[in-house]
């Protein structure tokens, strides 16, 4: 099986992210895009529950690759 990538998606006017097992980068960009697109709501489901994510609020999608918890890609906290 395929390992799975975490997404970290962050809203407009928020500092803290939503964390999201992915099974792949590409798939999942195109999957909002056509949500936004659309005009649609991304579900996400975990153990803590539901949350329906308007995707045209998304400000940024962050892949870290390491697993310490360290933002990537020059985002500060």
Same mark, same amino acid.
């Given at each position: 099986m395929a390992e799975k990538?975490?997404?970290?998606v962050y809203m407009?006017?928020?500092?803290?992210?939503? %964390?999201v097992d992915i099974k792949d980068k590409d798939s999942f960009l195109k999957e909002l895009k056509d949500l936004a697109a659309a005009n649609e709501f991304y579900m996400?489901?975990? %153990?803590d529950g539901e949350v329906a994510i308007n995707v045209s609020l998304i400000q940024a999608v962050e892949f870290p690759n390491d697993k310490d918890s360290k933002r990537g890609a020059g985002l500060v906290s």
């Amino acid at each position: 099986m395929a390992e799975k990538v975490k997404a970290k998606v962050y809203m407009v006017g928020s500092t803290s992210a939503i %964390e999201v097992d992915i099974k792949d980068k590409d798939s999942f960009l195109k999957e909002l895009k056509d949500l936004a697109a659309a005009n649609e709501f991304y579900m996400h489901r975990d %153990e803590d529950g539901e949350v329906a994510i308007n995707v045209s609020l998304i400000q940024a999608v962050e892949f870290p690759n390491d697993k310490d918890s360290k933002r990537g890609a020059g985002l500060v906290s």
